[in-house]
């Protein structure tokens, strides 16, 4: 859009470093201002009991703020999945597309913007296109646990158990304290049988 010309230079670079599959993009930038509403979002996304709807009105306060924030944007989406999970609603995913589309636009090459895109696509059934996702996630940020987990969800679903399990103890090793990658373990394993 035509108020967005003096960000140009990041989603340029971002189309760069995705089209030779480089391993750095440029970095995203947030007002200072927008970053504790981030922060709050964040918290409230990631609690052991989650908040999504806190998560969805912090980011909105911060995309107030920062209407190009794409931690924000990206953030936002992954809230709006998180409340399709619990609702299942269609029109929830509509609106996390929407707002990872926008991150996209603006930082084709972010590790989270792709982690949440990949995300919408396996959530939508098309798994493979979400490991493109996020394969390309793990060239940009290999020890992004979060992104393995994704991956080995992704995998076990589509009945690469083997694989699946490989991933998910991967993300295992890199957060060896976070309680979602021995969930997802214990999760593949069930739905393996073991």
């Given amino acids: 859009r035509r108020d967005d010309l003096a960000d140009l230079s990041t989603p340029l670079a971002g189309v760069v470093t995705s089209a030779f599959h480089l391993g750095e993009t440029p970095a995203a930038k947030m007002r200072a201002d927008a ?5 709050a979002g ?3 996304l990631r609690g052991v ?8 009105a912090s980011f909105e306060r911060a995309l107030q703020l920062d209407p190009n924030a794409v931690p924000a944007l990206s953030a936002l989406a992954d809230a709006y999945v998180r409340k399709y999970l619990a ?4 029109g929830l995913l509509v609106k996390a597309r929407q707002a990872a589309q926008r991150a996209q636009s ?3 090459d972010s590790p989270a913007v792709l ?16 490991l493109e996702f996020f394969r390309r996630a793990t060239e940009i940020e ?31 090793q890199l957060a060896p304290d976070y309680f979602a990658t021995h969930r997802d373990l ?8 073991r």
Avoid: C, K
């Fill in 35 to 39: 970053y504790p509403f981030y922060a």
């Fill in 42 to 44: 964040l918290t409230s």
């Fill in 49 to 56: 009991a989650p908040d999504p709807d806190g998560a969805v």
């Fill in 87 to 90: 609702q299942r609603d269609g």
């Fill in 106 to 108: 603006l930082q084709p």
């Fill in 115 to 130: 982690a949440v895109l990949g995300t919408i696509e396996r959530f939508q059934g098309r798994t493979e296109r979400a």
């Fill in 142 to 172: 290999p020890d992004n646990s979060d992104i393995w987990r994704r991956i080995g969800m992704s995998l076990q679903e589509i009945g690469h158990d083997a694989e699946a399990i490989d991933a998910v103890r991967r993300a295992v």
């Fill in 186 to 193: 214990g999760v593949v394993y069930f739905r393996i049988g």
